[in-house]
């Protein structure tokens, strides 16, 4: 007697296999809008740009990757366009941060550019586009807070 698969256990792995791939689909949006703030953080108003042009790349990306190959709809290509934005947004403002510190442009692009790849990699792991997503809006929103350009350190302790 074969045993059958019941159409519970079919949903189940296609539910499972659509949270799979929105994941993915966030994460490379992350790491290709990081790829996009290395390139234009030299340029005013690189976090917008980053993040308008990441958004539109992750769409396009997951459209034709992810939507095409799975049959995922559209949601996914909206997947990447949000990983794009969180990405774009947060590396666009932390190199500008590291330019304007005396970083110089060519090692923060490659750092930057290592971090991408990285994230597309780790994007395939399960969960973890999700997880860089919200890590990547959250760094965004506490760079987007500002603070004082210089660390003050012990020269608080300092008398004079």
Known sequence: MKPTISAHRTTTLLAVG????????LGLGVALGVAFGALLAPFRGAALLAAAGAALGGYALAFYALTSLHDLGPVASLAGAAGGVAGG????????RTLRRGGTRGATAILLFGTALAAAALAFAPALGYIETVLTGVLALRLGRGGGDRFAGLRTLARD
């Open 89 to 96: 947004f947060c590396s666009a403002e932390l190199a500008r």
């Open 18 to 25: 659509l949270w799979y791939w929105l994941g993915v689909a």
